[in-house]
T-cell receptor
Framework: SQQGEEDPQALSIQEGENATMNCSYK?????LQWYRQNSGRGLVHLIL?????REKHSGRLRVTLDTSKKSSSLLITASRAADTASYFC????????????FGTGTRLQVTL | DTEVTQTPKHLVMGMTNKKSLKCEQH?????MYWYKQKAKKPPELMFV???????INESVPSRFSPECPNSSLLNLHLHALQPEDSALYLC???????????????FGAGSRLTVL
């Protein structure tokens, strides 16, 4: 079963613009991760934010976490065509060992 | 070596065939995973191995049979599959199921399976 839902399902922007994706999840978590998947390929881990953190940065990525609202956002600044991919949030619900469960995903298209 | 290697990249099989998907990593990771992904859907967990022992089976039909011969290898044996089993099968690994690095997965590129 899916733990998270992402919004929007699809996003189309121009190169240089910022892209924001949102993730909502259902149960308490220890951490939340974001992964990227290029079309038909494997997933690549981008960033992990712990439940006691509110914001984290990595290069052009900024992730926020609001555990009271059970939501997270991923901001990609100054987007590039190479950022075109699907982005998934992923969580391990507390008490479920290693069942890393992915959200529904956002398909990002960055055009020149 | 920071890769997870999956073979074959593509597999077409009939419903009566027996085939296997293979996965290999040399990062010293002790947890390995199989995920199934249908088009435009998120990956769904199938199996988790920890220290070569099956830790999680997400109620996967017995026509999928996982095997972990050693800490670097993970196989998925396929038998009597149905057309609806056609999907991208993703292998992943992590340092362990506990502690630092737990649940941070390194994925392979996937094996695209078509069942006729």
């Amino acid at each position: 079963s899916q733990q998270g839902e992402e919004d929007p399902q699809a996003l189309s922007i121009q190169e240089g613009e910022n892209a924001t994706m949102n993730c909502s999840y259902k149960t308490s978590i220890n951490n939340l991760q974001w992964y990227r998947q290029n079309s038909g390929r494997g997933l690549v881990h981008l960033i992990l934010i712990r439940s006691n953190e509110r914001e984290k940065h990595s290069g052009r990525l900024r992730v926020t976490l609001d555990t009271s609202k059970k939501s997270s956002s991923l901001l990609i600044t100054a987007s590039r065509a190479a950022d075109t991919a699907s982005y998934f949030c992923a969580t391990v619900p507390t008490g479920t060992a290693s069942k890393l469960t992915f959200g529904t995903g956002t398909r990002l298209q960055v055009t020149l | 070596d920071t890769e997870v290697t999956q073979t074959p990249k593509h597999l077409v099989m009939g419903m009566t065939n027996k085939k296997s998907l293979k996965c290999e990593q040399h990062m010293g990771h002790r947890a390995m995973y199989w995920y199934k992904q249908k088009a435009k859907k998120p990956p769904e967990l199938m199996f988790v191995y920890s220290y070569e022992k099956l830790s999680i089976n997400e109620s996967v039909p017995s026509r999928f049979s996982p095997e972990c011969p050693n800490s670097s290898l993970l196989n998925l044996h396929l038998h009597a599959l149905q057309p609806e089993d056609s999907a991208l099968y993703l292998c992943a690994s992590s340092r362990s199921l506990q502690g630092a690095g737990a649940n941070v997965l390194t994925f392979g590129a996937g094996s695209r399976l078509t069942v006729l």
